[in-house]
């Protein structure tokens, strides 16, 4: 798309969010790496090197999945991938740009995300549903109960014993000389309080995934949101939303677009901006890299 393309659409948001009576933020994976948290290459090399010499994975997401021999390996494994994907910040301002925009509307956020970016980025936490789970949360992995429970601390403290310290601004560093454990102190393995059984990240993999209380007072949140805002002039604003789960947040649009009079749909992707037939009319796709659109807006 040429920029004088670019600048046509581009104003086609900038009127569409001047004339909404509400926004709702769609975001999925798409977002966090135009912030600069990518899951392979130079980040992956520099906090994931040994593991990827000794397992010859090539990126994050699949040392995740990795059937380690133990569970202080597993954990030595997940403090380093929870720390830098949750309690880093992103290194670029992409989420406080997509603040700006919509921070003086009446606005909600729908994101499939786990890595907390939004609130750190200054987005109110009453208008977040993490529908997938936080990065910052253990459950029981049986589940035995329906509760979960912050883990900074203990993540904190993994990385710590693997030969790690943390800047005054939380980035991890691995001092000059030191060659990282990779495993953990078996005390440090989370258990959990009631059952015994060990922890696991609160992330939706299968039916074991914890909807604590906080989940559902978010999704109560925004089915009320919806309902208030249905008749009104509202702006369907999905950035970097894929295919892996497209029914959250992307086929929800669609059909809310198409079924609500006044309602529009953007959609920033790199290289997956589209709309359906039904929609087109009411509907702006922007290819590119988020960041650089919503500098642009």
Known sequence: MGAVSVRHF???????????DAVVVGAGAGLSASAGFAYTGERFDKYFHDFAEKYHFKDMYSGGFHPYDTLEEYWAYWSRYIYINRYMDAPKPVYHRLYDLVKDKDYFVLTTNVDHCFQKAGFDKRRLFYTQGDYGL??????CHQRTYDNGNSIREMV???GYVTDTDGTLILPEGICPKMTVPSGLVPHCPKCG???CMNLRADHTFVEDDGWHLASGRYAEFLRRHQNGKVMFLEAGVGFNTPTIVKYSFWRMTHEWKDAVYVCLNY???YAPDEIK???VCINGDIGEILYQL
């Open 281 to 283: 009319k009411k509907s």
């Open 197 to 199: 059984e060990p922890m």
């Open 271 to 273: 290289g997956e901006a």
């Open 10 to 20: 581009v104003e086609k948001v900038k009127e569409g969010l001047e004339n909404a």
């Open 138 to 143: 253990f459950q029981c992995g049986r589940p």
């Open 160 to 162: 710590e014993t693997q």
